[in-house]
Structures are given as structure tokens and as C-alpha cells.
């Protein structure tokens, strides 16, 4: 069984950073593209990164474009993003998703989620 789960986050102030992390895990043969989607109380969930799974091409959504950066990890099983210069309407949950084919804007593209991942951004 093919699972994402996802590490770091918590509490950070405005300005400040924070390093989410999300692992394949299980067997599987299949390169994954990845990404991060958040969704805000009263919110739907709403595209933040995507990266390829040979790392080469990235997508940003405006709203965290210059202050997020998506990589892949030393292995090809390992994703993270680095939140810079966080904002309070940073805070939300943050979840992982894997795809293997699609817009990778777009919610529907991805088959396997994380949990998801609790990012609070509060002075």
C-alpha cells in the first residue's frame, strides 16, 4: 500500500519559516509527481506547488510565488517545501498528493494524499 506522509510544520511567525517534508511510502515503481494543496477553514482547497518527478519543472501559485521553494529530496521518493517569509493567510492544512499523469494545477490530477498537515502562521 502506497502512502504520503508528511512531516514538519507547526506553528511559525509572520516573516519567519517553516520546512514541509512528504515520503512515499511503500513499494512502488511508479514516478510520482508531487505537490502541495492547502485548504483554509471555510475554504476550498486551493493549489500551492507542484514539482515533476525528475525535479525539472515547477509551479507555483501566485500567492506564494518568490517566498516558497518546491524540490525534490536526495531521493526520488522525498518532496519538500520551503515556506519563507510566511504570512497568517499561510495558515491552513497543508496536504501532500502524488500523480502520475495530469494538470498538475489542479486537484483532480492527484490519486494519493497525505493526512495533512496543520501550518499556523500567528504572532
Known amino acids: 500500500q502506497v502512502r504520503l506522509i508528511e512531516s514538519g510544520g507547526g506553528v511559525a511567525r509572520p516573516g519567519g519559516s517553516l520546512r514541509l517534508s512528504c515520503v512515499v511510502s511503500?513499494?512502488?515503481?511508479?514516478?510520482?509527481?508531487m505537490a502541495w494543496f492547502r485548504q483554509a477553514p471555510g475554504k476550498e482547497r486551493e493549489f500551492v506547488s507542484a514539482?515533476?518527478?525528475?525535479?525539472?519543472?515547477?509551479y507555483y501559485a501566485d500567492s506564494v510565488k518568490g517566498r516558497f521553494n518546491i524540490s525534490r529530496g536526495n531521493a526520488a521518493n522525498m518532496m519538500h517545501l520551503q515556506m519563507n517569509n510566511v504570512k497568517p493567510e499561510d495558515t491552513a492544512i497543508y496536504y501532500c498528493?502524488?500523480?502520475?499523469?495530469?494538470?498538475?494545477?489542479?486537484?483532480?490530477?492527484?490519486?494519493?494524499w497525505g493526512q495533512g498537515i496543520q501550518v499556523t502562521v500567528s504572532s
Open positions: 498528493g502524488a500523480a502520475e499523469f495530469g494538470e498538475l494545477r489542479s486537484a483532480s490530477a492527484y490519486r494519493i
Open positions: 514539482v515533476t518527478w525528475k525535479g525539472s519543472v515547477r
Open positions: 511503500g513499494r512502488t515503481y511508479t514516478n510520482y509527481h
